[in-house]
């Protein structure tokens, strides 16, 4: 009887790649996780219950086939799970980098409820394609049938460019319009090289433009293009803007030089790393470097800002938090790693205002910040949310020195209908578009809409979602939805 090769959480333990130690990560923006060997890759898939009803696959937004490519995986059978993998995910190397597999995936696997932790289904994901590439298994696309209608894709970010994927596996034209350099929007200029390293991003760019799919960028839509121009050279409209307003800080001398936006500061470093001389880097502006810097939020964006200010040589990192760590948005592994970095948060605390020089008796009058007043808070009654409310404890406050605040308070998006002059595109009270859900399509006509800007601030994985249930639904729509492409 053949031997068994799956279902071995009872005698393998649930091994992640190797960690580099943070003494030397912090010293770089590369990845922090190595790469599986081929035989802990096996080891470690070998695990999977292969489960009738695979929860793990119910609560992957892209309903991977997962139990398929873990099975394929043990048994070295590495191209066809690759096969299996990228039929329902368009960068899996990427969301196997930077999903949060503990609240997806891999938080409702059964060997985890079990006790014996979960398969590591991020890292084989990530194995599998990144083998796959090395292997020259991932090859631009080649439809069967080149069509005649053309889609506008505005946003270079992971919901446009998995709907470009699906639209030209079909043999539509696609254009992507971006306001950027480059593609990859914030897998490019908002997630640090430390998560997902820029060569993982690029080639992806490089791929679907082997594919056909044409990138016109450092295009501002709505300033260097108008919507109607776009609108009316093409069949169908995709709006993947994603979302960039953010939320800004009330209080005293919140204006001061020195109080920066995440997404500048996130921008400005991921340019550095491709190269470029970024004038506001230079300047020491958006430049942790030597400064004693405060970082104020709770979710992903600020664990990126905090572990990127250690990379540049800050001198001490503090994370302000209104709520506790159990209560906070972010990634708690990020913060595990941020804290072996030397990052210190400090809980249930929030700025009440910033003093410059110009606040000191003899300071200087240059209107940089020198210090955050800071105020304790203490966790109320629950809101309706069923989250408990952080309420102010009354003469908690005290001074902290600082010379670079960030504001890591999350984005909202912008005003789509009034930059873009098109009062009839549907919002909701949060300006986010508004889109039939399942397909994207929006108010206007042959317009959809994909991605944060549709469900506010989430995820790659979920964007990468939306932009393959939209392409089916532009097919469909464009009566396009008849032939399958060739890789
Ligand atoms: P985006 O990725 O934002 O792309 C939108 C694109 O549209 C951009 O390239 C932008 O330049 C372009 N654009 C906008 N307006 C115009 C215009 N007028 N004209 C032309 N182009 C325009 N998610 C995860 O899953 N895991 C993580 O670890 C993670 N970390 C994150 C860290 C940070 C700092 C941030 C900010 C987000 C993070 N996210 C993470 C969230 C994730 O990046 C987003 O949910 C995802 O990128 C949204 O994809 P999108 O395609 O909707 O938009
Ligand atoms: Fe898990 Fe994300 Fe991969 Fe789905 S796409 S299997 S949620 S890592
Ligand atoms: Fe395998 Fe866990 Fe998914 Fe079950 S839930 S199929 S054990 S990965």
């Given at each position: 009887?053949?031997?068994?090769?799956m279902l071995k959480?009872?005698t393998v333990?649930?091994?992640m790649?190797?960690k580099?130690?943070?003494?030397?990560?912090k010293?770089?923006?590369?990845?922090?996780?190595?790469?599986y060997a081929?035989?802990?890759?096996?080891?470690?898939?070998?695990r999977?219950?292969?489960?009738?009803?695979?929860?793990c696959q119910?609560?992957?937004?892209?309903?991977?086939n997962?139990p398929?490519?873990?099975?394929?995986?043990?048994?070295?059978r590495?191209?066809?799970a690759?096969?299996v993998s990228q039929?329902t995910?368009?960068?899996?190397?990427?969301?196997?980098?930077?999903c949060?597999?503990?609240?997806?995936?891999e938080g409702?696997?059964?060997?985890?409820?079990?006790?014996h932790?979960?398969?590591?289904?991020?890292a084989v994901e990530?194995y599998i394609?990144?083998?796959a590439?090395?292997?020259?298994w991932v090859?631009p696309i080649?439809p069967v049938q080149?069509r005649d209608?053309?889609?506008?894709?505005?946003g270079?970010?992971?919901g446009?460019?998995?709907?470009a994927d699906m639209?030209r596996r079909?043999g539509v034209?696609?254009?992507v319009y971006?306001r950027?350099?480059?593609?990859g929007?914030?897998?490019?200029y908002?997630?640090?090289?430390?998560k997902?390293e820029?060569?993982?991003?690029?080639?992806?760019i490089e791929?679907l433009?082997k594919?056909g799919?044409e990138f016109?960028l450092?295009?501002n839509?709505g300033?260097?293009?108008?919507?109607d121009?776009i609108?009316?050279k093409h069949d169908?409209?995709?709006?993947a803007t994603?979302?960039?307003?953010?939320?800004?800080?009330p209080?005293?001398?919140?204006?001061?030089?020195?109080?920066?936006?995440a997404i500048d500061?996130l921008t400005?470093?991921?340019k550095v790393?491709f190269?470029?001389?970024?004038?506001?880097y230079?300047?020491g502006e958006l430049?942790?470097e030597?400064?004693?810097?405060?970082v104020?939020g709770?979710?992903?964006?600020a664990?990126d800002?905090v572990r990127?200010?250690?990379?540049?040589?800050a001198e001490?990192?503090k994370c302000?938090?209104r709520?506790d760590?159990?209560?906070?948005?972010?990634?708690?592994?990020?913060?595990a790693n941020?804290?072996?970095?030397?990052v210190?948060?400090?809980?249930?605390?929030?700025?009440?205002?910033f003093?410059?020089?110009?606040?000191?008796p003899?300071?200087?009058a240059?209107g940089v910040v020198?210090?955050?007043?800071?105020?304790?808070?203490?966790?109320?009654?629950?809101?309706?949310s069923?989250?408990?409310s952080?309420?102010l404890?009354e003469?908690s406050?005290y001074?902290?020195d600082?010379?670079?605040?960030?504001k890591?308070l999350?984005?909202?998006?912008?005003?789509l209908?009034?930059?873009?002059n098109?009062p009839e595109?549907?919002?909701t009270?949060?300006?986010?578009?508004?889109?039939?859900f399942?397909?994207g399509?929006?108010s206007?006509d042959g317009v959809y809409?994909?991605g944060?800007?549709?469900?506010?601030?989430?995820?790659?994985?979920?964007?990468?979602r939306?932009g393959?249930d939209?392409?089916?639904?532009?097919l469909?729509d464009?009566?396009?939805?008849?032939?399958?492409?060739?890789?």
């Amino acid at each position: 009887m053949a031997k068994q090769p799956m279902l071995k959480f009872v005698t393998v333990e649930r091994d992640m790649p190797e960690k580099r130690e943070a003494g030397a990560r912090k010293q770089d923006f590369n990845e922090i996780y190595a790469e599986y060997a081929a035989r802990k890759a096996e080891e470690q898939s070998a695990r999977c219950s292969q489960c009738g009803v695979p929860y793990c696959q119910s609560h992957c937004p892209l309903h991977n086939n997962i139990p398929d490519w873990l099975r394929l995986t043990a048994t070295n059978r590495l191209e066809e799970a690759y096969e299996v993998s990228q039929a329902t995910n368009t960068f899996p190397e990427i969301c196997g980098r930077i999903c949060p597999q503990d609240r997806l995936c891999e938080g409702n696997c059964v060997i985890e409820q079990s006790g014996h932790g979960t398969v590591t289904i991020g890292a084989v994901e990530k194995y599998i394609t990144d083998t796959a590439w090395d292997k020259g298994w991932v090859k631009p696309i080649t439809p069967v049938q080149e069509r005649d209608e053309s889609v506008a894709i505005i946003g270079a970010g992971p919901g446009g460019l998995a709907a470009a994927d699906m639209l030209r596996r079909e043999g539509v034209q696609v254009t992507v319009y971006d306001r950027y350099d480059r593609g990859g929007g914030l897998m490019t200029y908002g997630i640090p090289g430390f998560k997902l390293e820029k060569d993982v991003v690029m080639r992806r760019i490089e791929l679907l433009e082997k594919s056909g799919v044409e990138f016109v960028l450092n295009c501002n839509v709505g300033e260097d293009l108008s919507f109607d121009a776009i609108r009316g050279k093409h069949d169908a409209v995709l709006i993947a803007t994603g979302v960039y307003k953010s939320r800004e800080l009330p209080g005293p001398g919140a204006g001061s030089q020195g109080i920066v936006r995440a997404i500048d500061y996130l921008t400005a470093s991921n340019k550095v790393g491709f190269g470029d001389e970024v004038a506001e880097y230079e300047s020491g502006e958006l430049n942790a470097e030597g400064k004693k810097v405060i970082v104020i939020g709770g979710g992903d964006t600020a664990m990126d800002c905090v572990r990127t200010a250690i990379r540049q040589g800050a001198e001490s990192v503090k994370c302000l938090y209104r709520r506790d760590r159990a209560n906070m948005p972010g990634s708690q592994r990020e913060v595990a790693n941020a804290e072996e970095e030397g990052v210190e948060f400090v809980w249930l605390t929030a700025p009440k205002g910033f003093t410059s020089g110009v606040d000191e008796p003899g300071g200087a009058a240059d209107g940089v910040v020198r210090s955050a007043m800071i105020q304790r808070m203490r966790l109320g009654a629950p809101d309706a949310s069923g989250r408990q409310s952080p309420e102010l404890i009354e003469g908690s406050d005290y001074a902290e020195d600082a010379d670079l605040v960030i504001k890591a308070l999350g984005f909202e998006a912008e005003d789509l209908p009034a930059l873009w002059n098109q009062p009839e595109l549907e919002v909701t009270r949060w300006g986010t578009v508004r889109a039939e859900f399942g397909s994207g399509r929006t108010s206007l006509d042959g317009v959809y809409a994909v991605g944060d800007i549709v469900r506010g601030a989430s995820l790659v994985v979920w964007a990468i979602r939306d932009g393959r249930d939209c392409a089916a639904a532009i097919l469909q729509d464009l009566g396009a939805a008849t032939v399958m492409a060739a890789e």
